[in-house]
């Protein structure tokens, strides 16, 4: 159920999600309240769902993993017991950072990070490839990205 958002609630989303390590003090100065209401709008945020977790966003480039390639893959079959063994074995794959079921052409889209095209390669051939039901796999790869947020419009 979607949660109905006044405006200092989103000013607050705002802000944490340009900056989550802000302390109360300063949130609650952003958006024009004292310390204590705002720390209860938070936790009824979080308790609503609204706010799922807090996490750092690690700079790949600076961890080894500097190239983005997004993956499409075909299955042998759409039926329920493919997709799913599909889905909990592409979970195990720390590479694979996204993974999504799609409508159209192919079955799912990821997203995998890697240090380069050869370290890419031995992954689709050592893991992507050998998982059961995996009929086919092809390989995107952008040349400059012109724009990444993990913030949400609101």
Not at 40 to 64: F, K, Q, S
Not at 67 to 90: I, P, S
Request: with cysteine; charged share 25%.
């Amino acid at each position: 159920m979607q949660h109905v958002l006044d405006e200092i609630d989103r000013k607050l989303l705002r802000a944490l999600q340009k900056n989550c390590k802000q302390t109360i003090g300063e949130l609650a100065e952003q958006v024009g309240l004292s310390q204590t209401p705002c720390l209860r709008r938070i936790r009824n945020l979080e308790a609503a769902g609204v706010i799922g977790r807090y996490v750092a966003i690690l700079n790949p480039d600076t961890l080894g993993l500097g190239m983005t390639f997004f993956t499409r893959v075909w299955l042998t079959g759409q039926d329920e017991a493919t997709v799913e063994r599909f889905t909990k074995d592409v979970q195990r794959l720390p590479n694979v950072v996204e993974c999504h079921l799609m409508a159209g052409d192919c079955d799912f889209l990821l997203r995998v990070l890697a240090a380069d095209i050869a370290a890419y390669r031995r992954f689709q051939i050592d893991y992507l490839n050998s998982l059961p039901g995996v009929q086919s796999v092809k390989t995107e790869i952008p040349m400059q990205r012109i724009k990444y947020s993990s913030e949400i419009p609101i």
